[in-house]
């Protein structure tokens, strides 16, 4: 029998630790080997037990759950399924934790508390399923070792996004629509893509696997560091040049076309592929509408979402790009994507906005010469 996958249970709440060990002994792959209701002695657990993954709680004693992580990934990187309340607060602290290494993150009920946690008890074991095969991410441990070695904050040992380059699409940016797909990692993905592109970028729309009550955050959270406008797709808007539409969470997202302009599409559909939103369902529209105005990435993510749409965005006349193993949190849905033959190009996450916009750039220099 192959060994089982040991995880470590961290929350203040003695009902959730109790729950949480429960739903994860009841799983043949994996065992409970510790709880702790603080950061201090989860320390001590951690270094005792050697576990393969700890679920962590955003709001505990003594230290917060973020100032925890933060330590952790310097001293000791492993992976982290944060275990997060479906607030405003909530939102944001988890995205924080998403930068600072964790993995993924459950959003548990403010009420109901013992029945919506064993409700989400197949998510939860799939999330630590996906961590302890997942890559901890190489960048955050180099930049935390580098902020405790230096003394300085680890947001000032971050090196400082690329400035994008100033470009002159110009009518190109009305015909072209970028689509993006990621799960499991893909916050900062997206974000490493977002920050890159310019101000006259095509529109870029965007499906994240995120429930409800996190796209909001997120969105608003990029939307401060790029020099496009990134927001939350509402239903019938125009998808305009200069800015990113990211799915509501729990929603399916499409593209659709009102006269010569795209328009967003945000409807209560049914999951595909188990996902709501789906990288499928915006994916086939761009295949359906777009064909060779279209570009289409695909990043860090589990599963398989999206992979058959995109090699129809492919045979439609599309451009594809995946992100390369070495870059991801987790290589399934580009994997996936490259083996139905949907993929141009296989690059590391840091090189495919500058890819894009050279082909941007090319077929902007062809479009100036005809005119």
């Not at 992100?323 to 580009?334: K, L, R």
């Not at 690059?347 to 902007?364: E, N, T, V």
């Amino acid at each position: 029998m192959s060994k089982k996958i040991r995880v470590v249970v961290v929350d203040d709440s003695a009902l959730v630790r109790s729950l949480l060990s429960e739903i994860i002994n009841r799983q043949r792959d994996m065992e409970c080997v510790g709880t702790a209701n603080d950061p201090l002695i989860a320390r001590e657990m951690i270094r005792e037990l050697n576990p393969d993954v700890i679920t962590l709680d955003v709001e505990m004693p003594r230290m917060d759950g973020i100032d925890f992580l933060g330590r952790l990934m310097r001293l000791r990187p492993m992976p982290v399924v944060m275990i997060s309340t479906l607030t405003e607060k909530g939102a944001e602290v988890t995205l924080r934790a998403l930068e600072l290494g964790a993995i993924d993150f459950v959003a548990k009920p403010r009420v109901g508390l013992a029945n919506g946690i064993n409700e989400l008890a197949n998510q939860i074991v799939d999330k630590i399923r996906v961590a302890s095969v997942a890559h901890v991410r190489r960048g955050h441990q180099e930049l935390l070792t580098h902020a405790m070695n230096t003394g300085a904050p680890a947001a000032a040992a971050a090196p400082a996004a690329p400035r994008p380059t100033p470009t002159l699409l110009g009518r190109l940016s009305t015909e072209k629509l970028i689509f993006i797909g990621a799960s499991t990692g893909g916050t900062e993905a997206i974000k490493e893509i977002l920050v890159r592109m310019p101000a006259d970028s095509p529109g870029i729309v965007i499906t994240q696997h995120m429930p409800p009550g996190f796209t909001t955050s997120f969105a608003a959270r990029l939307n401060g560091l790029c020099q496009i406008t990134v927001k939350e797709a509402s239903h019938g808007e125009r998808i305009l040049p200069g800015h990113a539409y990211i799915a509501p969470g729990g929603k399916q997202f499409r593209v659709d076309r009102s006269g010569a302009n795209y328009v967003a599409v945000v409807e209560d559909g049914e999951p595909v592929n188990r996902h709501k939103p789906s990288v499928e369902v915006l994916f086939k529209s761009g295949a359906a509408l777009v064909g060779r105005n279209a570009f289409a990435i695909m990043l860090t993510g589990m599963g398989n979402d999206g992979a058959r749409a995109m090699r129809e965005m492919k045979d439609a006349g599309s451009y594809n790009y995946a992100q390369d193993e070495a870059s991801c949190i987790v290589f399934g849905m580009p994997r996936e994507a490259i083996a139905h033959g949907a993929v141009d190009e296989v690059l590391p996450l840091d090189k495919i906005a500058g890819a894009l916009l050279a082909k941007l750039g090319g077929a902007s220099d062809r479009l100036h010469h005809r005119i």
